[in-house]
């Protein structure tokens, strides 16, 4: 079975802190996606990536960044965070981008900036 | 511009019956795939079903199918004998051949009860 594991269930940071999500898959893909939740507006994307150092935007990339410096983990990093990224943060994988795959999600991290 | 509309906020079905969950889509992509979620309160998103633009016959697994009608660009999702545990946020997406990004709809919360 895929296992797409994040390093935290619930994070709770201050305003103007520098946050990091990691992600790590064990399956070998290629792909690696970042998506934030929220209520209402179901998922969007944030920043995915096809390869290794490669990256590229998704839907709503403002004040995020990504890292992917190994193909098994992609990190999200919140540069200076802010109230209005209070959210519920998934990360997913898929093989390839040869056909439609689907895409294997972590359990969610519970992000909550003060 | 692909969009995925879920026009249940909510749906609520007794046990052991069955249940159609409705989605629909717009894309101006000739190949696509169709996607089914099932998040429980958890936080965690599970893979359910896929349907290729493609595939002539509705994909099943286990107690869920999925009812393809392509020239309606529906793609309902249906389950069997409902069970307390399919109680949760049920989420449609889909993504073009050619690209794994996954645009999701803003899901229907099943209840199920005795």
């Known amino acids: 079975d895929v296992k797409v594991t994040q390093s935290s269930r619930y994070l709770v940071k201050r305003t103007g802190e520098k946050v990091f999500l990691e992600c790590v898959q064990d399956?070998?893909?290629?792909?690696m996606f970042w998506y934030r939740q929220d209520p209402g507006l179901g998922l969007r994307l944030i920043y995915f990536s096809y390869d290794v150092k490669m990256k590229e935007k998704g839907d709503i990339p403002e004040g995020y960044s990504v890292s992917r410096e190994k193909k098994e983990r992609f990190s999200l990093i919140l540069e200076s965070a802010s109230t209005n990224q209070t959210s519920m943060y998934l990360c997913a994988s898929s093989y390839s981008r040869q056909g439609v795959q689907p895409q294997h999600f972590g359990d969610g991290t519970r992000l909550s900036i003060l | 511009a692909q969009k995925i509309t879920q026009t249940q906020p909510g749906m609520f079905v007794q046990e052991k019956e069955a249940v159609t969950l409705d989605c629909t889509y717009d894309t101006s992509d000739q190949s696509y795939g169709l996607f089914w979620y099932k998040q429980p309160s958890s936080g965690e998103m599970i893979f359910l079903i896929y349907?290729?633009?493609?595939?002539?016959q509705n994909a099943t697994e286990g107690r869920y199918s999925l009812n393809f009608q392509k020239a309606r660009k529906s793609a309902n999702l249906v389950i069997s004998a409902s069970q307390l545990g399919d109680s949760a946020m049920y989420f449609c997406?889909?993504?073009?051949?050619?690209?794994?990004?996954?645009?999701f709809g803003t899901g229907t919360r099943l209840q199920v009860f005795p």
């Open positions: 399956m070998d893909h290629e792909n």
């Open positions: 349907q290729g633009s493609y595939d002539e």
């Open positions: 997406a889909m993504s073009g051949w050619d690209t794994d990004k996954l645009i």
